[in-house]
């Protein structure tokens, strides 16, 4: 598959972070699990700003404990 620009990676990061400010409970167990291991890939970025956009997705700690 093809290399995605860092500006997409960035934002796609930071539009996600957005959606689960605004709908956190509606996301399921099996929808946080990708998002916590898409999310942890995406620190490990060779862009900075991907990186950064990363660190800004969050879920709500008692809603979803999957063990990291």
Avoid: G
Wanted: with cysteine; net charge positive; proline share 7%.
């Amino acid at each position: 598959h093809p290399v995605q620009p860092i500006i997409l990676r960035a934002y796609a990061l930071y539009t996600l972070a957005k959606a689960l400010s605004t709908a956190k409970r509606a996301v399921t167990d099996a929808v946080a699990k990708d998002i916590i291991r898409y999310s942890r890939n995406a620190l490990s970025d060779k862009a900075l700003a991907v990186q950064r956009a990363a660190c800004e997705v969050r879920l709500p700690p008692d809603e979803h404990c999957i063990p990291l």
